[in-house]
């Protein structure tokens, strides 16, 4: 006896299905190396390295561990470690020991790194403000904090579920 399939295949997607994905995806990508390329021509400093100074201005005394900040940025612990060599090598980041755990360095903010992010933050915001704001009326910018709000709840709930072995 046949039986009816009321859902869609799960291993596949409709062609709607693949349209939205794909404009997402564009979307998405296209934020991301527009917000990078910007800081890169204005301030001479990559998407990453914000991201990691922005999570030092914002901790108490302007500092971190590797832990704190692979928690931070969602990055893996070499990433965040090749990176933070990289911004110290440039001045805005420096290691200092942790009295509390001698295996762990705290990684904090210098004056020059306060300075980037200062000088960089203004024409950053302007650029989101352009791309973000100004392209969404009020509605559409509710609408999409719902949809980034379903969407992380349904990323943290995939990063805890057990792996989905697809039966046939």
Request: with cysteine; hydrophobic share 40%; net charge negative.
């Amino acid at each position: 006896m046949a039986t009816v399939r009321t859902r869609p295949d799960p291993r596949k997607l409709t062609d709607d299905e693949l349209e939205l994905f794909q404009a997402f995806h564009t979307m998405r990508r296209g934020f991301d190396r527009t917000l990078d390329a910007q800081l890169q021509h204005d301030d001479g400093i990559s998407i990453s390295e914000l991201e990691v100074l922005m999570a030092l201005t914002r901790s108490p005394g302007r500092r971190l561990r590797v832990r704190d900040l692979v928690e931070v940025t969602g990055w893996e612990k070499s990433r965040v470690s090749h990176q933070v060599t990289r911004m110290a090598a440039r001045g805005f980041v420096e290691r200092q020991e942790c009295a509390e755990d001698r295996r762990a360095s705290w990684i904090h903010l210098t004056g020059e790194g306060r300075r980037v992010v200062v000088r960089a933050l203004p024409k950053h915001s302007a650029t989101i403000r352009r791309i973000l704001f100004d392209a969404l009326s009020a509605e559409q910018q509710e609408e999409l904090l719902g949809i980034a709000h379903a969407m992380t709840a349904a990323i943290a709930a995939e990063d805890c579920a057990p792996p989905d072995d697809c039966d046939d």
